[in-house]
């Protein structure tokens, strides 16, 4: 059994920062691709950024030059730096990974960016 556990969202005013977490646990053999996605209410779930084992990341143009995706794959865990948070951030954030061929998500953290 694998769980995906995400901490970190919460309120903060246009322009601040917020850093969110994902810590995989249970049985992990092989972790690979490891990723944050955000669904703000109705519109679809996007891609924020993921990042490989071996630190290539890939992100979404929205985010670009604000967010920052890292990983610590002694700890299993991925992080997600937000800078110059825009009140269009605001969305569920999701944790995803890839275990072997399998995906699994976080429960989301919720971030919302004040006017």
């Known amino acids: 059994q694998v769980q995906l556990v995400e901490s970190g969202g919460g309120l903060v005013e246009a322009g601040g920062s917020l850093r969110v977490s994902c810590v995989a646990s249970?049985?992990?053999?092989?972790?690979?691709?490891m990723g944050w996605y955000r669904q703000a209410p109705g519109k679809q779930r996007e891609l924020v950024a993921d990042?490989?084992?071996?630190?290539?990341?890939n992100y979404g143009d929205s985010v670009k030059g604000r967010f920052t995706i890292s990983r610590d794959n002694a700890k299993n865990t991925v992080y997600l730096q937000m800078n110059s948070l825009k009140p269009e951030d605001t969305a569920v954030y999701s944790c995803?990974?890839?275990?072997?061929?399998?995906?699994?998500w976080g429960q989301g953290t919720q971030v919302t960016v004040s006017s």
């Open positions: 995803n990974a890839e275990i072997g061929r399998v995906g699994y």
């Open positions: 249970g049985s992990i053999f092989t972790l690979n691709r």
């Open positions: 990042i490989t084992t071996s630190g290539h990341s």
